[in-house]
């Protein structure tokens, strides 16, 4: 993945980890990559692991790809439409259209957000 974004994997987090308290020990590690990262929000499906009050005292929080992305549509809805085109576009071999983007999306859980990018 580092290949494809720069700058996406953190370092040195590894020291938090055991003062991290969550109910699922094994993904400490996600929220001390988080704290390292200075990231806000931790996008995750697994939400009942990464309870609200054990993640406010480091001013990150959890939520579900569809909160997230809903939120980025309300923020800017141009770019991810854009970035959508973008993914159609690159699929070449088959093809794919936008609503073929669309569907596979809303297939995979992020119903709200697509509902939101087909509203008029």
């Known amino acids: 993945m580092n290949g494809a974004i720069r700058d996406v994997l953190v370092s040195d987090y590894e020291p ?3 003062g991290l ?3 699922d020990l094994k993904d400490r590690h996600v929220l001390a990559a988080a704290i390292k990262a200075g990231a806000q929000v931790i996008v995750t499906r697994n939400l009942k692991d990464f309870p609200a009050a054990s993640l406010e005292l480091w001013g990150v929080e ?3 790809p569809d909160a997230f992305v809903l939120d980025q549509v309300g923020i800017r809805v141009q770019q991810v439409a854009a970035a ?3 993914i159609a576009d690159s699929r070449t071999d088959p093809p794919e259209s ?3 983007i669309l ?3 809303e297939h995979n859980g992020l119903v709200e ?3 939101a990018l087909r509203a008029p």
Do not use: M
Request: charged fraction near 35%; proline fraction near 5%; aromatic fraction near 0%.
């Open 98 to 100: 936008v609503d073929d």
């Open 103 to 105: 569907r596979q999306l």
């Open 113 to 115: 957000s697509i509902t």
């Open 62 to 64: 959890a939520k579900s």
């Open 21 to 23: 308290k969550l109910p």
């Open 16 to 18: 938090l980890i055991e």
């Open 84 to 86: 959508i085109r973008q």
